[in-house]
């Protein structure tokens, strides 16, 4: 049941450094015609689902069309390389297209060369920051995004990107780089509303959600599984699309107001550097890094969740270089940021994609798209892409996760309502750098108070605990304060407060035993507050002991003069310690 | 014994939030003619000291010496009524004006207008950050400067303020942001040498060096105690200046090409709010913050050392609201940022003072040393107090604490030498900061994977311990992982990572229990990475059980979903797990 399953560590098992980098060497070795008919199945459905997926995500970042299947193409060939989720599938996704929006705009108007080689930039520079991540092996830096703080950015950067699609439904022009300048500005324009549009747009909002709502029920009444159901509930945008499409076509649409698509160029992709120039470097390295973060975060949730269905198994690290690969490979063929699809690598894994393979099929078959297709997207209606884009977007708003968070901790709940409003009121960056701010500072502020607790003996026994929760017997000139955590620099200094307060409250006590069976470690910084509270202890006329160190903590103390200098002794147990000192 | 230290927590035993936030309330109220006495003797010594110092100080930050004289007023003031130590003597110190000249002189020239009211404006956001710290309570986050990273910062500054201060000392020009840049652009000016600011330069650094050496062992010798001696060693610097003063104005040296400090305004503080332009801020905050850190750090640690010896308490939260209160009466004085110096509170302690009324007196001494000395200071030779700079900064230098550090810990080690060579490689700010990230970044990397170990039963006993150190049971049906931390978001995706190793090196297994007794907390994220496991577990065919589970954790549990979906039991004792499960 393990022979599926990536070895974890394969440089140390197989001996070759070169497999751990190219997982493709791992599955290509036994690729066969099985497994090619059914990753090219899986990959037919993705193309089918990702075509207007990938021309609306490119409109989400202000970019031109084919930016959105460029970038589904070149990407999912360099993951296919050095990927190790078997099921993932890479490409534009809506909350890096909605960053992607957010910081270019900042910089060059949509529409212009500029904009478009800024997207580029980004994408390397979101690139070799993964690689690097991955290469130094930082992927745990990615646990401190905590959930609360990451299901609110997403659930909020869904509200704030369903809102940027109105205007497309409505035909109208809006701007706003928040939610509420957004809705004012388009409330500003809403006389201007060109009905052909609304029609258009309202018209497929409405067929999206019945699609999902009433055919999909109605398809496994009539005896579908829920799986396929759900894959051509998937397809449906294209229906719509060739539909739309038609109607724009035959009414004249276009000289109604409504805009099109219009003409995509019918080419390989333009393969280039992006413009290294330092000052953009300058004002977008950080949205690059924000972006990484975020795409790798949702990318690696979703490939450990499909992987585990399988009891298979992905490796972080070298994710982060599979997603650099990508967004390089995105860089240098005119494409924008890129990272793995949480629905679309669902229906990829439910079409049984079995390799990596599936996602360079898929990069073959947007490409046969854009040579052949693109003519006949001409007229598609902005406004059906806003409402493809609408309607997945809705389905990463979960207000429900704040109720949820609210029952079970109010810490968890204020980082996550707070990363929601900041997110809402202030934009894409700010939300997330203050999310991971938040984060953090909790963390930290956990962490520098270690649990503690002063102790006596129960007695009859040698057993220690809590003054405060068990009946037990202490002395007045013995205070033992048992810790319950490594000793390491966040909490170094609390534990100086601890014993100085405890020597002030207790006028009587001659000594005091730090009882350390919990300590696996001490650091520099915490053996330099050890020394300080010796000396304090002994200027107070108060002797310092510890108590049951542990083996490798002792062996590193007798490398340095703490032992000399102390004025107690280091009991083997803690009723030596009470036996002596009490 | 306790009588003299200041109450934890006066709000909540006295009932009065004002005495928390104003100290003076509490030994103002008790003060005597005998405390007065005591303070002003202090307060006169550390006057003399302070003179040469705070000229000095105000020449290495870049500012005329009037500002080093203003920067020592009204700033101990504010802290002796903010303050909670004792005997801190706040004022100009070496770091500080090292890293004000840094961020300053990237803004503007030394000696212009604009240079003096970027400073201003420096202290002033120095002084407002510190306050928010304060207020919020947010000084925990100090303790993650690490002692290695801290020491190592402190050693590379005194090192570049020494070199920075040999053009003084050799009479020639020179600049350069770092190390290397600086001892090139002093060594293409060498032949520009002024050989009677030399001899005055070097012959300074002599006698200081003697007095330290020398003079304090023969006063010693001669009967005065090591206390006295020290004191009056530390006023030496005021003997050297009355000499080359005198030497400078006999022989003219001013038209010898020696550099004198010449005129000094006799005039109050130029009272006056700094210029608050916003491009100027957005330039300034990063070094307002990193100057706040590290002259809150180096303060508090002093203050900490000087209570305990009398076992007085300082409360760090107050401290950062009374350093605030410093900094803002800078800003608003024509000083620059101040923080709490260690070689002066020690002579401040070492002569007696017993409340922070002696700050106070010490500034009446410089408002009457700046309104009637200062025509005195015109022939003052700058290579005078760049000696004075030189002997004092040479002392914070500790090189040999990378070898201490090396003999206790390579992590460690490598930390502080990263900052060292960075701090004299890029400056600074550039140290500093490399410094405070790769402490965060190692305490996060350390907290992200929590202590546990696969346990089994030692046989005919209830007891449970780790399978690679002991001899115990264990069942090919059952795994047992005990957790020996609280469970939170940086190490949720570790324990998901580590049981899913386990099941997929152990096929017979159909029994896991995660054994808590050490759990103290589950975090939101943590729960949904619980949800997540027990989901691929039962995918795998693998019940989930959980066991030792503390009351408030479990209480906790029960308001989610999470004990519903569970796969198996929640065991009060990992035996009842082993002998069901098994």
């Known amino acids: 049941m393990t022979t599926e399953s990536l070895p974890r560590r394969p440089a140390a098992k197989g001996g070759s450094t070169l497999r751990r980098y190219l997982p493709i060497l791992d599955w290509g070795a036994s690729y066969s015609r099985t497994l090619f008919g059914h990753d090219l199945l899986a990959a037919v459905i993705v193309t089918v689902m990702l075509i207007p997926q990938s021309l609306a995500y490119a409109m989400l970042a202000g970019l031109p069309p084919e930016a959105g299947l460029y970038a589904s193409m070149l990407p999912l060939v360099a993951y296919a390389i050095f990927g190790t989720s078997r099921t993932l599938a890479v490409g534009p996704v809506a909350v890096v297209s909605l960053m992607t929006a957010s910081s270019v705009g900042a910089i060059a108007a949509s529409g212009t060369a500029d904009y478009a080689s800024a997207a580029l930039l980004l994408a390397l520079l979101s690139g070799l920051m993964l690689l690097a991540i991955g290469l130094f092996r930082l992927g745990f830096l990615a646990n401190f995004l905590s959930h609360p703080v990451i299901s609110g950015f997403i659930t909020a950067s869904g509200i704030i990107i369903a809102a940027s699609q109105l205007k497309h439904i409505l035909g109208i022009q809006a701007q706003g780089s928040n939610l509420a300048s957004l809705l004012a500005s388009m409330a500003g324009h809403i006389g201007e509303t060109n009905l052909w549009t609304f029609a258009i747009g309202a018209g497929a909002i409405a067929f999206l959600f019945w699609v999902r709502l009433g055919l999909k029920p109605l398809l496994t009444a009539w005896g579908a599984s829920p799986r396929a159901a759900d894959i051509v509930a998937k397809t449906a945008p294209v229906l719509l699309i060739l539909v739309t499409t038609a109607l724009a076509w035959w009414f004249h649409l276009d000289q109604r107001g409504v805009h099109i698509v219009a003409e995509i160029p019918q080419a390989l992709p333009p393969f280039a550097l992006p413009p290294l120039d330092l000052?953009?470097?300058?004002?977008?390295?950080?949205?690059?890094?924000?972006?990484?973060?975020?795409?790798?975060?949702?990318?690696?949730?979703?490939?450990?969740?499909?992987?585990?269905?399988?009891?298979?198994?992905?490796?972080?690290?070298?994710?982060?270089?599979?997603?650099?690969?990508?967004?390089?490979?995105?860089?240098?063929?005119?494409?924008?940021?890129?990272?793995?699809?949480?629905?679309?690598?669902?229906?990829?894994?439910?079409?049984?994609?079995?390799?990596?393979?599936?996602?360079?099929?898929?990069?073959?078959?947007?490409?046969?798209?854009?040579?052949?297709?693109?003519?006949?997207?001409?007229?598609?209606?902005?406004?059906?892409?806003?409402?493809?884009?609408?309607?997945?977007?809705?389905?990463?708003?979960?207000?429900?996760?704040?109720?949820?968070?609210?029952?079970?901790?109010?810490?968890?709940f204020a980082a996550m309502a707070a990363t929601i409003l900041l997110t809402l009121g202030f934009g894409v960056e700010v939300g997330v750098v203050t999310g991971v701010a938040v984060s953090i500072v909790l963390h930290l502020w956990r962490t520098s108070r270690p649990h503690c607790a002063v102790v006596g003996v129960i007695p009859g026994t040698e057993h220690f605990r809590n003054i405060n929760r068990h009946e037990v017997e202490t002395s007045d000139r013995l205070i033992t304060l048992r810790i319950d955590e490594s000793l390491y620099f966040p909490n170094a200094r609390f534990l100086e407060d601890r014993i100085s307060e405890l020597v002030a409250e207790n006028p009587k006590v001659e000594n005091l035993v730090l009882m350390c069976p919990a300590v696996n470690h001490i650091d520099a910084s915490a053996l330099e507050s050890l020394e300080a509270i010796n000396r304090s202890l002994k200027d107070a006329g108060v002797t310092f002991s510890l108590s049951e160190v542990k083996g490798p903590v002792m062996d590193r103390l007798k490398r340095t003069h703490f032992l000399d200098e102390l004025t107690g002794k280091i009991y083997r147990s803690q009723i030596e310690a009470y036996r002596a000192l009490a």
Request: charged share 10%.
């Open 279 to 412: 000052s953009l470097i300058e004002q977008l390295w950080l949205p690059a890094l924000l972006i990484s973060i975020i795409g790798f975060v949702e990318s690696v949730s979703v490939a450990q969740t499909l992987a585990a269905k399988r009891r298979q198994r992905i490796h972080p690290d070298q994710e982060l270089i599979g997603l650099g690969a990508a967004n390089i490979a995105a860089s240098v063929s005119g494409g924008f940021p890129v990272t793995g699809g949480f629905a679309r690598s669902v229906v990829n894994f439910d079409a049984g994609a079995e390799t990596p393979a599936a996602g360079a099929f898929t990069a073959i078959g947007i490409l046969v798209a854009a040579l052949l297709l693109t003519p006949f997207l001409y007229y598609l209606p902005q406004a059906t892409l806003a409402a493809t884009i609408i309607v997945a977007v809705l389905s990463l708003v979960d207000l429900g996760a704040l109720k949820r968070t609210w029952a079970y901790s109010r810490a968890d």
